[in-house]
């Protein structure tokens, strides 16, 4: 069974740091850039950000460049958001999807998980 699943959301306070994981079953990640999405209540999935496939380009929304950082472990078939001095306005469900490079269209991405949820409260 093909499955993509994210993981290591929770409840953080403001300026605390969670690290996310993204972690493959039935097929590999290797081949796949990976993005990185968040969708808050009532508000668009918008891209957060996303690896290529070997790992050498990376790119962020402006709202998370210099907090997050994503890399990926290809030998434990897993990719990682590390987000550092979290804001309230981050939380949303994060979700990861393969795709094949990197992309702003949302559309390009084919494979999706289920999601975990990101709180950013006193």
């Known amino acids: 069974q093909l499955q993509l699943v994210e993981s290591g959301g929770g409840l953080v306070q403001p300026g605390g740091s969670l690290r996310l994981s993204c972690a493959a079953s039935?097929?590999?990640?290797?081949?796949?850039?990976i993005g990185w999405f968040r969708q808050a209540p009532g508000k668009e999935r918008e891209g957060v950000s996303c690896?290529?496939?070997?790992?050498?380009?990376?790119n962020y929304v402006d709202s998370v460049k210099g907090r997050f950082t994503v890399s990926r472990d290809n030998a434990k078939n897993t990719v990682y958001l590390q987000m550092n001095s979290l804001k309230p306005e981050d939380t949303a469900v994060y979700y990861c999807?393969?795709?094949?490079?990197?992309?702003?269209?949302?559309?390009?991405?084919?494979?999706w998980g289920q999601g975990t949820q990101v709180s950013v409260s006193e």
């Open positions: 999807a393969t795709a094949a490079r990197c992309s702003q269209y949302i559309g390009g991405y084919k494979f």
């Open positions: 039935g097929f590999t990640l290797a081949y796949s850039a």
């Open positions: 690896i290529s496939i070997g790992g050498i380009y990376s």
